[in-house]
């Protein structure tokens, strides 16, 4: 009884997540796909014939330079993240349930308010005469102002600032699930703490690492915002690269090019978390 | 983000207009601060039309969105520079102008109208013109002797530079420094003007084409390229921002008012545009944000201390070597476009 019932719900939410996908997520792609294969019209944008010509562009040693400082950017930001992130879940993890609540609340609470305009707040503190450093001369812990704003530290502390949650999440959902047990029993084996940490910890909370690693590195590369307003708008990220060729140069197979290489990089690293899931899995089962 | 916020207004201000007794709407795309509230609240008061009011900071973006919007009609007026107008006019863009809903244009500059870019202005009613020249901060670059663009390459001003994040303004200036014109079409030339910026790129702080007074404003940068608009925007708030006609030549741009192909109110935007022409306002706009009036009948009104500012208006022998901004055609655009890419790409 309760199946046939619930039938016909299951076909509309499904039927409405396909649609969804169809005209929201797979249409736009093919646009993109199609766009990047046509040749560039002054006129009306995009012209034909089809060819591959943008695709060959983009192994310019000029864009492959861009890709490659962009990827070193997205990886110091990973890298950051994950830094601060995983002691941040850890402890996060281990406070009593309405706490948590409460800062998995604070951490979602900028989300309320639209990121370029974080971006241009943190613009404030690090300016020349922006707070952090009118603060370190009343101090007087410097004389001169630093040069913060413009520099690729900036854009670093930009990217780690708005990226930062995206790896806390998925860090605390595994520390979650991270039974103390586990940890209690490799003390009473006599693991110290490393050893624990090393062969217990990173083991069960690498699918956390992994999932945190893939929403900070391929979004820091594409958020060229952030490169335009605290990097002086210098093509830092492959984003600032996709928005010129769309806005200012006009060559939108190129521009559609360009975005595809970022899908395909994270198509490669989705593929890579796939492959190395099966890894771990396989290795738990064996003894 | 709010341009998009404001499109989407537009959109909805748009389907609202269709019965004939709501309010009428003129839809006006416009560079960022090139256009006083006060005058837009006047026009409004006077008319009862509604303007909605949205902004732009490249002649590329706002191409690109006019083309793409072509036929949804979302605006009734833009505001290119030349070499702007003339693509859109041979593209078939723009509505022609009729000059018999228009007032005042008599008075423009006899220099400013009929010119190649659009023969017998046809097709677009010159707005404000201006010029980029070079900003310099007084009080942190002390007693500096600032004359020629070329003196943005002295090591001394390591990190202090400012340029528009403009592709035609800053190979201008690659190209004077050179000795070439500024609208030069020849490969071999745009190359070398290319090998010449990239040794001031260590130099350079930031690009900025929104406000490009506030870098120096904000202690960010002490010398580099600036609006004259901007430099007379500036000096309000930092007296010691000067601007300097550089040896080399000025650029210099001309604004003009059109209309697109499909626009909806094309009664309201030649009613906006006899609006500005008038003389009271076209001295309001002049004196509000800085750039010269083409209008003659309102430069005999301007404030003394507006009319003999020399950032605004430059005399003679500040625009010997100056040039105007010309279409160079698709050709070298890609040309320009490619050095560009790869001149914001070095390090």
Same mark, same amino acid.
């Given at each position: 009884?309760?199946?046939?019932?619930?039938?016909?719900?299951?076909?509309?939410?499904?039927?409405?997540?396909?649609?969804?996908?169809?005209?929201?997520?797979?249409?736009?792609?093919?646009?993109?796909?199609?766009?990047?294969?046509?040749?560039?019209? *002054?006129?009306?944008?995009?012209?034909?014939?089809?060819?591959?010509?943008?695709?060959?562009?983009?192994?310019?040693?000029?864009?492959?330079?861009?890709?490659?400082?962009?990827?070193?950017?997205?990886?110091?930001?990973?890298?950051?993240?994950?830094?601060?992130?995983?002691?941040?879940?850890?402890?996060?993890?281990?406070?009593?349930?309405?706490?948590?609540?409460?800062?998995?609340?604070?951490?979602?609470?900028?989300?309320?308010?639209?990121?370029?305009?974080?971006?241009?707040?943190?613009?404030?503190?690090?300016?020349?005469?922006?707070?952090?450093?009118?603060?370190?001369?009343?101090?007087?812990?410097?004389?001169?102002?630093?040069?913060?704003?413009?520099?690729?530290?900036?854009?670093?502390?930009?990217?780690?600032?708005?990226?930062?949650?995206?790896?806390?999440?998925?860090?605390?959902?595994?520390?979650?699930?991270?039974?103390?047990?586990?940890?209690?029993?490799?003390?009473?084996?006599?693991?110290?703490?490393?050893?624990?940490?090393?062969?217990?910890?990173?083991?069960?909370?690498?699918?956390?690492?992994?999932?945190?690693?893939?929403?900070?590195?391929?979004?820091?590369?594409?958020?060229?915002?952030?490169?335009?307003?605290?990097?002086?708008?210098?093509?830092?990220?492959?984003?600032?690269?996709?928005?010129?060729?769309?806005?200012?140069?006009?060559?939108?197979?190129?521009?559609?090019?360009?975005?595809?290489?970022?899908?395909?990089?994270?198509?490669?690293?989705?593929? *890579?978390?796939?492959?190395?899931?099966?890894?771990?899995?396989?290795?738990?089962?064996?003894? | 983000?709010?341009?998009?916020?404001?499109?989407?207004?537009?959109?909805?201000?748009?389907?609202?207009? %269709?019965?004939?007794?709501?309010?009428?709407?003129?839809?006006?795309?416009?560079? %960022?601060?090139?256009?006083?509230?006060?005058?837009?609240?006047?026009?409004?008061?006077?008319?009862?039309?509604?303007?909605?009011?949205?902004?732009?900071?490249?002649?590329?973006?706002?191409?690109?969105?006019?083309?793409?919007?072509?036929?949804?009609?979302?605006?009734?007026?833009?505001?290119?520079?030349?070499?702007?107008?003339?693509?859109?006019?041979?593209?078939?863009?723009?509505?022609?102008?009729?000059?018999?809903?228009?007032?005042?244009?008599?008075?423009?500059?006899?220099?400013?109208?009929?010119?190649?870019?659009?023969?017998?202005?046809?097709? %677009?009613?010159?707005?404000?013109?201006?010029?980029?020249?070079?900003?310099?901060?007084?009080?942190?670059?002390?007693?500096?002797?600032?004359?020629?663009?070329?003196?943005?390459?002295?090591?001394?001003?390591?990190?202090?530079?400012?340029?528009?994040?403009?592709?035609?303004?800053?190979?201008?200036?690659?190209?004077?420094?050179?000795?070439?014109?500024?609208?030069?079409?020849?490969?071999?030339?745009?190359?070398?003007?290319?090998?010449?910026?990239?040794?001031?790129?260590?130099?350079?702080?930031?690009?900025?084409?929104?406000?490009?007074?506030?870098?120096?404003?904000?202690?960010?940068?002490?010398?580099?390229?600036?609006?004259?608009?901007?430099?007379?925007?500036?000096?309000?708030?930092?007296?010691?921002?000067?601007?300097?006609?550089?040896?080399?030549?000025?650029?210099?741009?001309?604004?003009?008012?059109?209309?697109?192909?499909?626009?909806?109110?094309?009664?309201?935007?030649?009613?906006?545009?006899?609006?500005?022409?008038?003389?009271?306002?076209?001295?309001?706009?002049?004196?509000?944000?800085?750039?010269?009036?083409?209008?003659?009948?309102?430069?005999?009104?301007?404030?003394?201390?507006?009319? %003999?500012?020399?950032?605004?208006?430059?005399?003679?022998?500040?625009?010997?070597?100056?040039?105007?901004?010309?279409?160079?055609?698709?050709?070298?655009?890609?040309?320009?476009?490619?050095?560009?890419?790869?001149?914001?790409?070095?390090?």
């Amino acid at each position: 009884m309760l199946k046939v019932r619930q039938q016909p719900f299951k076909t509309a939410v499904l039927a409405l997540v396909w649609g969804w996908l169809l005209v929201l997520v797979l249409a736009p792609n093919l646009l993109v796909v199609g766009t990047s294969v046509l040749t560039r019209d *002054a006129g009306s944008f995009i012209a034909l014939p089809v060819n591959l010509d943008s695709y060959r562009r983009l192994l310019d040693p000029l864009y492959l330079d861009v890709f490659l400082h962009s990827l070193y950017m997205a990886s110091v930001t990973t890298l950051c993240c994950l830094l601060i992130g995983y002691p941040f879940a850890w402890a996060l993890s281990r406070l009593t349930k309405p706490r948590q609540t409460l800062l998995i609340f604070l951490l979602i609470v900028p989300f309320w308010t639209n990121s370029l305009v974080r971006t241009y707040a943190l613009k404030l503190l690090l300016a020349t005469n922006g707070l952090i450093n009118n603060a370190l001369i009343g101090l007087g812990l410097i004389d001169e102002p630093l040069q913060m704003l413009y520099t690729e530290g900036a854009v670093i502390v930009g990217l780690v600032y708005l990226l930062l949650p995206f790896m806390i999440l998925p860090l605390y959902s595994v520390f979650e699930d991270l039974r103390r047990e586990l940890l209690m029993a490799s003390h009473d084996l006599g693991a110290g703490k490393l050893p624990t940490f090393i062969h217990v910890v990173v083991p069960l909370t690498l699918p956390g690492v992994i999932a945190g690693v893939m929403l900070v590195l391929l979004p820091a590369m594409g958020l060229f915002f952030v490169a335009d307003i605290l990097g002086g708008s210098r093509n830092l990220l492959v984003g600032n690269v996709i928005k010129n060729q769309f806005l200012d140069a006009r060559d939108w197979p190129f521009g559609a090019a360009a975005s595809i290489l970022l899908t395909v990089a994270m198509a490669v690293l989705l593929l *890579a978390h796939k492959l190395s899931e099966r890894r771990l899995g396989n290795g738990e089962s064996k003894p | 983000m709010k341009k998009l916020a404001l499109a989407g207004l537009v959109a909805v201000t748009l389907t609202g207009c %269709s019965g004939s007794d709501e309010p009428q709407v003129l839809n006006l795309y416009n560079w %960022s601060e090139y256009m006083p509230q006060e005058v837009l609240d006047r026009f409004q008061e006077e008319t009862g039309i509604q303007v909605v009011y949205t902004t732009y900071d490249s002649n590329e973006a706002m191409y690109a969105r006019l083309k793409l919007l072509d036929d949804s009609a979302q605006y009734d007026l833009a505001v290119p520079s030349t070499y702007y107008v003339s693509k859109m006019r041979q593209e078939g863009l723009l509505a022609e102008i009729d000059r018999s809903k228009i007032e005042g244009f008599d008075k423009l500059a006899p220099d400013l109208v009929n010119q190649a870019f659009d023969p017998d202005n046809a097709y %677009s009613v010159p707005y404000l013109w201006g010029t980029t020249g070079l900003a310099y901060d007084s009080a942190d670059l002390d007693g500096a002797e600032v004359t020629a663009w070329a003196d943005l390459w002295k090591d001394e001003y390591q990190g202090t530079v400012m340029l528009t994040n403009d592709m035609r303004e800053v190979f201008h200036v690659g190209l004077r420094v050179l000795g070439y014109s500024g609208n030069s079409t020849n490969p071999v030339e745009i190359e070398a003007a290319y090998n010449k910026l990239t040794e001031l790129m260590p130099s350079v702080r930031t690009f900025n084409s929104d406000a490009p007074r506030m870098p120096y404003l904000e202690g960010e940068t002490d010398i580099g390229m600036i609006w004259n608009g901007e430099a007379v925007m500036g000096k309000e708030d930092m007296p010691s921002l000067e601007y300097v006609y550089p040896e080399e030549g000025v650029i210099a741009w001309l604004d003009s008012f059109v209309i697109p192909k499909n626009a909806k109110n094309v009664d309201a935007a030649h009613r906006f545009i006899s609006f500005v022409l008038r003389p009271e306002i076209s001295a309001l706009i002049s004196a509000d944000i800085g750039y010269a009036t083409p209008n003659l009948a309102a430069r005999e009104l301007l404030d003394e201390s507006v009319a %003999s500012d020399r950032a605004s208006y430059p005399t003679e022998a500040d625009m010997v070597n100056a040039e105007f901004q010309t279409d160079v055609g698709d050709e070298a655009m890609q040309v320009y476009t490619k050095y560009w890419e790869m001149l914001k790409s070095g390090r």
